[in-house]
């Protein structure tokens, strides 16, 4: 009688379980971002770009040292510095760009990137 009992449970345990259906994917859209107003310039486009370019940006560098096909623009305010270096392009064809930033506060302090773009830039002077 024990096996029975047992038997039915399982048989009704069995009829209560279903699986359910499987859904496609639906399609969720990624949002744009909007573009920003009024921000200064920010790091993204200061990469990529020569050295006429840097200069009609921040001035005259205080700095300006080339070793090899490599280029270091200094450019030093009185909130921060930043180091651009310049390499030319993968295949070593044409003008030298922008392809690393290192800024810093005078003291040597760490600073944030897009702060110190932004106070070389608003620099009496500068454009």
Avoid: H
């Avoid at 345990?13 to 971002?33: K, L």
């Avoid at 993204?44 to 300006?64: H, N, R, S």
């Avoid at 270096?85 to 810093?104: C, F």
Wanted: with cysteine; glycine share 8%.
């Amino acid at each position: 009688m024990r096996g029975w009992i047992l038997l039915g449970a399982l048989a009704l345990a069995a009829c209560g379980e279903t699986t359910p259906p499987v859904r496609p994917a639906s399609y969720v859209p990624v949002p744009t971002a909007a573009p920003a107003v009024n921000t200064p310039p920010s790091i993204v486009a200061i990469k990529g770009e020569t050295a006429p370019k840097l200069i009609a940006q921040f001035g005259t560098p205080a700095m300006d040292v080339s070793e090899g096909s490599a280029r270091k623009l200094q450019f030093a305010g009185p909130i921060c510095v930043l180091d651009a270096y310049l390499y030319p392009p993968a295949n070593g064809r044409g003008e030298q760009v922008v392809t690393w930033l290192d800024t810093r506060q005078r003291n040597g302090a760490p600073i944030d990137q897009a702060s110190c773009v932004a106070a070389l830039t608003k620099r009496p002077g500068v454009r």
